[in-house]
């Protein structure tokens, strides 16, 4: 039952425009307002794919271990400064160095942990393969730390006066912020831990619907969404716990003491 | 105990010489905003002087495990905060804070007596008023047995009557077991009544 995916012709996604013009002309008649913000979207996203298409064609086409390997660091840079972009605030330098090492070696021990032991792709850097499964892994990770940082930020900035009344105690800087830390992460894997619980019954995955429509059977599809989905939870787990515990190190000075500007 | 020299802290706080005697009771007096709370920060090493020397016990401070020193000089603040839970919890957490043992029931029901507070040690914390969490705080403090305690404003919250009666309490508490206490009051006469040395800080200096 595995069959080739209907080809859409360019004309026929032309068509698809239509439904732009749909909201364009709702927010113009009743003055919600944003229409440039609405065309940049739906500009920068025809634009970004179809760079992304051809990229990935040439790529594919080209199988080069140099490759894959850039792909990955330009989504691993794009996505860092994702995260600098999400935050609430100014961050510190050495708070932002955390996040791109959490980030970068958080998800490079799970993709290559989940490309090599669980998926098996041969050579190991087959591209088809491991560039869109890294994307997904990076980008949840990146969803993740984006949501542990800013809980790791406001919860020092909330609780300054609690954790100063610790300190003077006498306590040990990283027992005084345990429960900020341990919420933070919490935060952060909870939107994963929440996709699972949906999934399949609220949703059909977005993997799981592409591989359906390119031919996959249904099982098939389900054992890598599976796979996927414990490739996504281990990679968040890593990079939010590295980034919560090492992160929050820097929020204190070799004195021990409480450093916020 | 403690020797200052030379110290100086951004332009909040600029002292020459002071030397705070052992097993005394020192009040600190002077306007708002001349640098009390700051002073007291210095002593546990919850801040750090910019230049000059600080000495606890013959020894600079900057050479104490921070954490170390401030469980041997423990601090209450201005506003304390009061965790969340029980009265009960309060004085669990803080041992735990401490990496201390839990007390017996006992302990905390008596450091209650002490600073007259009349609860249940598991009434909800969170409810106390503004003067009776200030009381609880300071229980908190003297569960710790430090050696020296820095109290800031430790009966802002009063009532007169009950001011005179905890600060006399704490007193008695540091006379009896030799311990060494240095307290920023806003009243004269506490002072007069109560410190063996009293020290001005009026613009960061000691006047
Ligand atoms: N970390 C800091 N950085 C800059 N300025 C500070 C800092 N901490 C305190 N100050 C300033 O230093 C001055 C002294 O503050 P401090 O809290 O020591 O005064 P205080 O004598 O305790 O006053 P009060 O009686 O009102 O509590 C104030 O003007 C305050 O704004
Ligand atoms: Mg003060």
């Not at chain 1, 090492?101 to 393969?129: C, K, V």
């Not at chain 1, 006498?170 to 831990?193: D, H, M, S």
């Not at chain 1, 996959?216 to 968040?236: D, E, F, H, N, R």
């Not at chain 2, 009051?185 to 000691?206: L, M, Q, V, Y």
Request: with cysteine.
């Amino acid at each position: 039952m595995e069959n080739e995916a209907i080809n859409i012709e360019i004309m026929q996604l032309v068509f698809a425009y239509i439904f732009v013009l749909i909201l364009l002309t709702i927010v113009k008649k009743k003055d919600i307002g944003h229409q440039g913000e609405i065309l940049l979207a739906s500009f920068r996203m025809t634009v970004q794919l179809v760079a992304v298409g051809f990229v990935l064609d040439y790529v594919f086409a080209n199988q080069n271990p140099f490759f894959s390997i850039g792909v990955l660091l330009i989504m691993e840079v794009f996505a860092i400064y994702n995260i600098y972009g999400r935050v609430q605030g100014e961050i510190s330098s050495s708070l932002k160095k955390i996040i791109a090492i959490s980030m970068f070696s958080g998800t490079s021990i799970s993709i290559f942990f989940f490309l090599l032991i669980i998926i098996q792709i041969e050579p190991w850097y087959r591209a088809d393969y491991f560039i869109p499964l890294s994307g997904m892994l990076i980008g949840n990770s990146m969803t993740g730390i984006s949501l542990g940082v800013n809980h790791l930020v406001n919860g020092f900035k909330d609780n300054k006066k609690l954790i100063e009344n610790y300190l003077m105690l006498g306590a040990e800087p990283l027992l005084a912020v345990k429960r900020i830390t341990n919420r933070a992460f919490y935060n952060a894997v909870l939107p994963t831990i929440n996709s699972m619980m949906g999934m399949g019954i609220v949703f059909l995955p977005g993997m799981m619907t592409g591989q359906i429509l390119a031919g996959a059977s249904p099982i098939t599809a389900i054992k890598y969404q599976i796979a996927i989905m414990m490739g996504i939870l281990g990679s968040v787990t890593l990079t939010v716990y590295f980034m919560v515990n090492k992160g929050s190190e820097t929020f204190f000075n070799e004195r021990k003491q409480i450093n916020l500007e | 105990m403690f020797k200052l020299e030379n110290v100086k802290f951004k332009d909040i706080i600029e002292i020459n010489e002071l030397k705070i005697e052992d097993n005394l009771v020192t009040a600190v007096l002077g306007p708002s905003g001349g640098g009390k709370t700051t002073f007291l920060k210095l002593l546990n090493n919850m801040i750090s002087a910019d230049t000059g020397k600080i000495y606890y016990k013959n020894r600079l401070i900057e050479d104490y495990d921070p954490v170390k020193l401030r469980r041997k000089v423990v601090m209450l603040p201005q506003d304390p905060q009061i965790f969340k839970g029980s009265i009960a919890d309060n004085f669990k957490f803080t041992e735990e804070l401490t990496a201390k043992k839990y007390s017996d029931d006992e302990v905390y029901k008596e450091l209650l007596k002490k600073v007259s507070l009349d609860k249940n040690l598991f009434d909800a914390a969170e409810k106390l008023s503004g003067g009776e969490r200030q009381r609880l705080a300071l229980a908190r403090v003297m569960l710790l047995e430090p050696d020296t305690l820095l109290l800031d404003e430790p009966s802002s919250s009063l009532d007169l009557e009950t001011e005179e009666k905890i600060i006399d309490m704490v007193v008695k508490y540091a006379r009896n077991n030799c311990r060494t206490m240095i307290m920023v009051t806003h009243s004269p006469d506490i002072a007069d009544e109560f410190a063996d040395r009293i020290i001005n800080i009026e613009k960061g200096k000691i006047v």
